[in-house]
């Protein structure tokens, strides 16, 4: 998962005309932690698809322009435009993860 570190990187990457899915965490996040145990094997499922990872507290004003309240999320993006938001309630077993991929990628 390549990392985002700037807010001209982050609309370069969701600029895309492919689907790609960018997870917002936080060091501190047990849940964040949680997801990365099982995050690598939906990857490999999902290897065509670009994944970005992005700190909310390093660039909190794209998780508040996004209406990123909880992480991790994962919101998937083309062309500019968020197209699916899984929200951190929704984002705590590899079957909510795969289920929201599989109903929002094209």
Not at 18 to 27: L, R, T
Not at 39 to 62: A, F, R, S, V
Not at 77 to 84: H, I, L, Q, S, V
Request: with cysteine; aromatic share 10%; charged share 25%.
């Amino acid at each position: 998962m390549k990392k985002i570190n700037t807010t001209e990187q982050f609309q370069e990457v969701i600029a895309s005309h492919k689907e790609v899915i960018i997870k917002f965490f936080a060091d501190w996040c047990p849940d964040c932690t949680r997801l990365n145990m099982f995050i690598g094997d939906i990857m490999d499922t999902y290897q065509e698809n670009e994944w970005y990872e992005l700190n909310k507290d390093e660039l909190p004003e794209l998780a508040d322009k996004y209406q990123v309240m909880g992480i991790p999320s994962l919101l998937i993006f083309k062309n500019g435009e968020k197209t699916a938001h899984l929200h951190s309630a929704n984002a705590k077993t590899p079957d909510e993860v795969t289920g929201f991929l599989s109903e929002h990628l094209s």
